[in-house]
């Protein structure tokens, strides 16, 4: 008795101690017992279970509840309330029809990508933002940021692209943010993309998954379980009437919350609609950027800097009735070029090896070759010298401002250009904005960091006196040895899903009338 007693006692002496820190799978051991669901009706039923935890058991999702799911918001601000890390992709291709007019058919297919990523913790976004029609036009816009390091891609090519006389592009930068705030250009760059399209409340977005035509009634549908994730998954195949198929996946995890779906729809025709949607979480979002990209400025944006050459917006001159604010938009006409002979031709015939006036005024090429007095080149004449008196300017740093660096990075000058590329222009004055005040010629400047943090930023001023009226001005980034104006962060400026189908539109109806008969 005495010795059973004390196999007793060691064995509580060593198992106490250990009581803590024992595992499912040794209580398994230990008790013989399997822990599972040991109901058969749910999806994880294990038949080896012996006993049950509360919660163990999945059971089949509704329709109801992948329908729900879907219908979940998934915008990134949204997905961010929940995780510090998320993201999401989208993809949707569908056939152009009638959208391109004579060129379109349902052969010819528009693709759309977005792919948004956001790390809090880390200070990281990429967005990518994708838009192409094989052949004819693709467009790409991606941003990355990493704390301080930023890149920027930008490619536009295609058919559309040169037949309207645009650049292809296709380039890479880095730049940098000292005072790193991601989301002040997520959101704006997601402002009228394709998620918060399909997002939006509006009637004319609701999905066509929706449409009483559809025949949920007579729909195919099943529901399959992961138990690696935990996730179940409806596959639903429907039709309508007039014969055209819908075939739907929808993945949602084990609290039905949506994970993905992806959607094929095909009309009667047997043209197809593709449409997948994922969302990203925690180890699933991936965040880098390349340090080796070419370095480009920041992008300052000023308000209060005239548009052209530094002249007053409102310049006109009232003889000859030419719109000299260079905004394209005076009256809400296009930009018109007046032939010598009276005529009117768009500007854009201007210089292109063809006389569209007939009289050949069109053709001079800025080099003073025609014979009458019609001042084309606008540097000298004097009807065309606008303001020779010494201009003031004062400016303000843009509250879009995003991407913050040093002032001691920049330096203002004054230059005097022949051409829209800032490699042509001459310095004709320098000056460190490390020095917030001082003198340039004749000019006087005053930049006041309103926050007193050292950098470039929103709500800053400068003021610059007494300029000379034949000069432009800019500020220069020796980090980058490049101008803020010819920022490489600064993209071509293309609509977000919201107008894609109107642009494609609008190139396609200049890309198949003729410029002019001949």
Known sequence: MNRIIVVLASLLIVTTPL????????????????????????????????????????????????????????????MLNQSTTAGYSMSMTTPMGDELGDMGDDTMMMNIEETVMVNMSANAAHVSIAMSIPMVFSSTTTMTQVGEVVNVHHKLDGALVTEMDAETIDEKYQTRDMVPNVMDWVIPMLADSMASDMGSDSEDTEPDLFDDDWDMDSATISVSFDSVTN??????????????????????????????????????????????????????????????????????HWEGLPDFNNHDDDWDDDDDGHDHDNDGDSDNEPDMFVCDNGNEIPMDWVNDGMDDCGDNSDEYDNDDSDDDDHDHDNDDG????????????????????????????????????????????????????????????DSNYTYVDVDADGMISAGDTLEITSMDPSYDFDLYDSWSDSYVSDSGVNGPNMPGFGGILATISMLAAAFLLPRRDD
Request: net charge negative; with cysteine.
């Open 19 to 78: 009581a803590g820190c024992l595992d499912e799978a040794t209580l398994e051991d230990l008790i013989d017992d399997i822990v599972g669901c040991m109901d058969n009706e749910a999806k994880n039923y294990d038949e080896n279970a012996t006993t049950e935890l509360v919660g163990n058991c999945i059971y089949a999702a509704s329709m109801d509840a992948f329908m729900d799911a879907m219908n979940q918001e998934v915008d990134i601000q949204s």
């Open 382 to 441: 004097d009807e065309d010298d606008w303001n020779e008196e010494p201009r003031d300017l004062f400016l303000t740093v843009a509250n879009n401002q995003t991407f913050e660096a040093p002032l001691s990075d920049f330096s203002i000058q004054f230059l005097s250009c022949h051409s829209d590329a800032r490699s042509d222009c001459n310095v004709e004055e320098s000056s460190s904005l490390t020095e917030l005040t001082g003198q340039m010629g």
């Open 231 to 300: 996730s179940q998954t409806m596959d639903l195949s429907t039709a309508m009437d007039n014969g055209s198929m819908m075939n739907l996946s929808v993945k949602i995890d084990e609290n039905s919350e949506l994970m993905s779906y992806s959607m094929v729809m095909t009309d009667e025709n047997g043209s197809s609609m593709h449409m997948s949607y994922a969302l990203m979480w925690g180890d699933a979002v991936v965040i880098t950027v390349d340090q080796t990209l070419p370095k480009t400025a920041i992008p300052v």
